[in-house]
């Protein structure tokens, strides 16, 4: 399982960001992929998720409707498109994949191989 996931960065209360996460071929056609971050001194969090088939999602309350994740099978890629963005959204933000688990039952214990984070740092 390989997982490359990118596009942090840092903007202001109320900007967008884009992460993406590219897998190999098999890993995106046959595991559930989720976005996860954690903040300093915090544990890491389910952000949210999305299944390999059908591509039914699932977002924790605090990202809902602000947060939008996305599957581009021609690029193997997993996309988090992140809208008003608030201070307490800064983390660095993991992608993670699950062979067995389902987009609503996505959980860190469950995950099976995560990609490197990508720090998002939002200022007020």
């Known amino acids: 399982v390989q997982l490359q996931a990118s596009g942090g960065g840092s903007v202001q209360a109320g900007g967008s960001l884009r992460l993406s996460c590219v897998a190999d071929t098999r890993t995106f056609r046959t595991y559930a992929m989720g976005w996860f971050r954690q903040a300093p001194g915090k544990e890491r969090e389910f952000v949210a998720a999305?299944?390999?088939?059908?591509?039914?999602?699932d977002y924790s309350d605090s990202v809902k409707g602000r947060f939008t994740i996305s599957r581009d099978i021609t690029k193997n890629t997993v996309y988090l498109q992140m809208n008003s963005l608030k201070p307490e959204d800064t983390a660095v933000y993991f992608c993670?994949?699950?062979?067995?688990?389902?987009?609503?039952?996505?959980?860190?214990?469950?995950?099976?191989?995560w990609g490197q984070g990508t720090q998002v740092t939002v200022s007020s």
């Open positions: 999305i299944n390999r088939n059908r591509g039914s999602t």
């Open positions: 993670g994949a699950s062979r067995y688990s389902t987009a609503q039952r996505m959980a860190v214990a469950n995950i099976d191989a």
